[in-house]
């Protein structure tokens, strides 16, 4: 008689950097919605994917986020032609305290379009400009369930 031995099959997670970028400092006043650049992601999949949720996005910073009142992350196609339009993926809207902060989620807005297409993640950040230059990066983790 032959055995057959259980396995768990466990569809993969993508880790994807959000790129330090430098919030400026200094001048009293509330922080431009566009005062963190876009960024551009082409992500390597392990397969064919037939859906991609975004499962948690952590900023983390060299010095405290208090300065914010809310940030927004939107997914848009790289190429505008694509017809895709943008979609809010991630945010908080409550100020943070400390130098990390886990935003909220869309986690059941399925964004293979986006990800297989190209994607630009627009964040927009409300709040006052910071007394000193901030640096934010983070990352991203995506959930792949592959066909």
Known sequence: MLGLAACELVDPEVTQEITPSKLLGGAAGPLEHSALPSQEWRVALPGTPEAIFLERVVLTADRDLSFLRS???????????????????????????????ELETARALDITPWVVE??????????????????????????VDLL
């Open 71 to 101: 940030i927004r992350f939107s997914v848009e196609p790289i190429d505008p032609a694509s017809g895709l339009g943008r979609k809010l993926v991630a945010w908080s809207n409550a100020a943070p305290r400390g130098t990390v902060l």
């Open 118 to 143: 190209g994607l630009r993640l627009v964040p927009e950040v409300a709040g006052t400009v910071p007394p000193a230059d901030v640096t934010v990066a983070g990352e991203a983790l995506l959930q």
